[in-house]
Every structure is written in structure tokens, then in C-alpha cells.
């Protein structure tokens, strides 16, 4: 009897043991896998709305390579939470720490205190792009914190993470003598913005940061201006006996018809971009398509 009841004692703590250890490895395991999770029902929920309102299969495949980009979504928005529910010194301080490495990299960003890079690095936004999909809003500041892009008014150069752009648009305020923001997506890319009306709200909190903002103003003005001139002349004007500048004899109108034709002939090389590389794979999959019929017939 003494020898049953010993045994049906350490076979009930065994299996509470046993149930113990079960429970928590599979509680552990889905606490790891919860984003995974959250990321495949994201695509059954895509795979049901596309097919319920019967996209075209070309969409589809562009919403399936966007979407698959978009795996750590959900970390970021956990992330994101976790931003909101701290105190403001301490998201301040993360903010800082997060994004310090590159807006040390504009240059009229590096020798201003840190309390004014914490403030440009509280109003960043974070963008998503997919393959293929132009975008780039003048009068703002871009860096690409993942993917690849091409960009350029004269010729397509490519350019990975950690590039800025857009800098002199936070400081200018003539919009002939800014380049073009338009860029385009060559795979799926992410990117953090800050507008110029952001910048400027910055600044009028930081106001020992005037003198130096200025000076970099100046600089922008004199570089673009030569340029604009530079180009103004190459195109068929010219200096007049007196040495004034034509761009600054150019009426509001002509200036800004000059303006609108140069980010319009960069959306253009865009398009055409796009274009171009939408025939290549075209191209490729019709002979893929030939060959593997030649198999067949052989």
C-alpha cells in the first residue's frame, strides 16, 4: 500500500512538473514569435482583400513585395509605443541617441548643441516606400535609413543608406535656386523627413543657433545662385554690360515656369526610368518564357 501511494505521489508531481515546464516553453516561444504572427496574418488579410475587390495580378505582386518588406513593422510600432510611454526626458534622450549618427552628418548640424539636435530628432517621420515608387517633397530634409534610391536632375545616380539630401531646403526660401527632392525607390526603402516649417519652429527655440544658420544660408545663396547663372547662360542668356544677373532680371513668372520645368523634367526621368526597367523584365521574362516552350517542343 505504502508502495502505491509513493508512487501515484511522484507520478501527479511529475506530470504537474511535466506541464510546467511545457506551458512555459510554449508561452516563451509564442512571446518570440509574436511579430512573425502578426506578420502572417497581416499577408492573410492582404491575400483576402485582393482578392475580394479582384486586383490586377501585376498590383498584387507589388502589394506582396511591399507588404514582405514590411516584416519588423510590428517591432516598430511596439518600438513606437514604448516611445510614447516614456517621459519626455527620456524620449528626448533616446530620440538623440537613435538618429545622432547621421545629423551630425549635415554640416551646418555638427557644431550646434545638443539640445538642438535632440529637438530636429523629436520631429523626424518615418516613410515607407515600395520598388519603383517616386517620391521626395521640396522644401524638406531626407535621409535613407534603409533600401536604395536614385536621384538626379542630369543623370540617375544611385545611392544607399545613410545618404542626405534636401539639405539647403530647410535654409532657402527661393524655391530657383533649390534642386529638385524627387527621388525613386529602387527597392523597398525607408526614410526619415523633417519639413522646413518643423526646422524653422526649432530654431526660433534655439535662437544662439542665428548666427550660424545664417552664415550657412549665405553660403547656400552664393553656391546655388552661381549655379543658377552658370546655367542660365549655358541655356542662351547672358550678362548684361552692367553685370547684373539675369536670373535676378527674370520676371516671378518666368522664374517659376523655369522652376515647375525643372521638377517636371525630374519626375519625367523618373517615369522613364521605371519605364525602362518594367520592359527589361518584360523583356526577360518573354525569353524565359520562349526557352522554356523550346524545352518543351525538343
Not at 23 to 33: D, E, K, P, V, Y
Not at 220 to 242: L, S, Y
Request: with cysteine; aromatic share 8%; proline share 2%.
Amino acid at each position: 500500500g505504502g508502495e502505491r501511494l509513493a508512487n501515484v505521489v511522484l507520478l501527479f508531481c511529475g506530470g504537474f512538473v511535466w506541464t510546467t515546464v511545457i506551458s512555459r516553453s510554449i508561452a516563451s516561444t509564442t512571446s518570440m514569435s509574436r511579430h512573425g504572427m502578426m506578420h502572417q496574418q497581416t499577408m492573410d488579410d492582404l491575400n483576402m482583400m485582393m482578392r475580394d475587390t479582384n486586383l490586377p495580378h501585376a498590383l498584387q505582386r507589388r502589394l506582396r513585395g511591399f507588404f514582405m518588406s514590411t516584416k519588423d513593422n510590428s517591432l516598430r510600432a511596439m518600438y513606437g509605443g514604448l516611445m510614447q510611454r516614456m517621459s519626455p526626458a527620456l524620449h528626448r534622450e533616446v530620440a538623440y541617441e537613435t538618429n545622432r549618427m547621421w545629423l551630425r552628418g549635415v554640416r551646418y548640424l555638427a557644431g550646434v548643441s545638443r539640445l538642438f539636435v535632440t529637438d530636429i530628432a523629436v520631429c523626424l517621420r518615418m516613410e515607407q516606400f515600395a520598388a519603383n515608387e517616386p517620391f521626395g517633397d521640396n522644401f524638406s530634409l531626407y535621409v535613407l535609413m534603409k533600401g536604395l534610391i536614385s536621384r538626379g536632375v542630369r543623370g540617375m545616380k544611385m545611392h544607399q543608406a545613410g545618404y542626405v539630401w534636401g539639405e539647403e531646403h530647410l535654409l532657402l526660401t527661393a524655391f530657383w535656386l533649390l534642386v529638385p527632392n524627387t527621388a525613386m525607390a529602387m527597392s523597398f526603402s525607408e526614410v526619415s523627413s523633417i519639413t522646413r516649417e518643423q526646422f524653422q519652429e526649432v530654431c526660433a527655440e534655439h535662437p544662439d543657433t542665428a548666427t550660424r544658420m545664417r552664415r550657412y544660408f549665405c553660403w547656400f545663396v552664393v553656391t546655388r545662385g552661381i549655379v543658377c547663372v552658370a546655367k542660365r547662360i549655358r541655356d542662351g542668356g547672358d550678362i548684361d554690360r552692367e553685370g547684373s544677373n539675369p536670373l535676378m532680371t527674370s520676371t516671378i513668372g518666368d522664374i517659376h515656369s523655369e522652376w515647375v520645368h525643372r521638377v517636371n523634367k525630374s519626375k519625367r526621368e523618373v517615369q522613364y526610368l521605371v519605364t525602362e526597367r518594367e520592359k527589361d523584365r518584360s523583356a526577360a521574362g518573354a525569353e524565359q518564357i520562349a526557352e522554356l516552350g523550346a524545352r518543351i517542343g525538343t
